[in-house]
């Protein structure tokens, strides 16, 4: 839609000279995503992959865990005074047959990353509700070394990053270290949202042989969308949160923080890195 980046005037300082130019910023705008015609969530989010973002946002909050499961996901009119569509409002209708959970003004359990519950409930809630438990029959194997070269695959694959330098990224890697697809967005949140979306209307879900890096924090909702979406391992460049922690322990999600180079701290399953001791074997 050309809507992922905008020009903006600017005041350029450098080294005490001024001058102005225009400067490319990475697009915010609101999507609502509405569920069988009804409200359901409002995100701030860089237009594009919208029907991806909604699809991936229903298997987050538990709705959905199949693609057969979603009939349709279409651009509703916009809230213009002339109805011009602002593509800002998307509505997907679930299939026949599939429970419409119940939807209320105060954002019931769908929402439970957003809607302040905390600590044992949240991991409860994921437990009780994830469509795809983690669990890789063989587990998933990777090395240190592999891992160490996905951010640089992961920054190379930025194409909007590249102008803005304003954006989130979240991939999907196989286990040999294969970029199977990337996203980006202001918020990691519907980065990762857009690539789950993406592989539930492809039919791939659970990614149960997937790598999920992320190019910021591991926040307790991140690690929440990978359980969601079946993904055995999610790595990232900074840190997690604790509570994230604590729901990769109790999910049996790998979990790897500070990702850079060769330099790396593993927070659980480290069954599925393949460490060396000092004699050699694994």
Do not use: W
């Amino acid at each position: 839609m050309g809507r992922v980046t905008e020009r903006r005037r600017t005041i350029r300082i450098r080294d005490g000279a001024v001058s102005t130019r225009p400067d490319t910023l990475v697009a915010e705008e609101p999507l609502e995503i509405r569920l069988n015609g009804k409200p359901l969530a409002i995100t701030m989010r860089t237009p594009g992959d919208d029907f991806a973002l909604a699809a991936g946002f229903l298997v987050s909050e538990g709705v959905v865990g199949d693609g057969s499961e979603v009939q349709s996901i279409v651009y509703c009119a916009g809230a213009t005074a002339d109805g011009v569509n602002t593509y800002n409002v998307v509505d997907v209708r679930l299939a026949p047959g599939v429970p419409v959970p119940d939807i209320t003004l105060e954002r019931n359990v769908y929402t439970t990353s957003s809607c302040g519950l905390c600590g044992k409930a949240s991991l409860d809630a994921v437990r009780t509700t994830t469509r795809h438990p983690v669990a890789d029959a063989p587990p998933l194997r990777v090395g240190p070394a592999l891992l160490s070269a996905l951010p640089d695959r992961l920054r190379a694959a930025q194409r909007v990053f590249d102008r803005t330098g304003g954006l989130h990224a979240a991939a999907l890697f196989s286990e040999t270290g294969e970029l199977l697809d990337v996203r980006e967005d202001v918020g990691r949140h519907n980065a990762v949202d857009k690539l789950v979306g993406r592989a539930l209307t492809d039919h791939r879900l659970p990614l149960s042989r997937a790598i999920l890096l992320v190019s910021g924090r591991a926040s307790f909702e991140l690690a929440q969308k990978a359980v969601m979406a079946g993904i055995p391992m999610l790595a990232a460049v900074s840190a997690p949160s604790s509570l994230a922690v604590d729901l990769a322990a109790e999910s049996g999600l790998t979990l790897v923080g500070f990702l850079r180079g060769p330099s790396m701290n593993v927070y659980a399953g480290e069954h599925r890195i393949a460490l060396e001791t000092a004699d050699g074997q694994d």
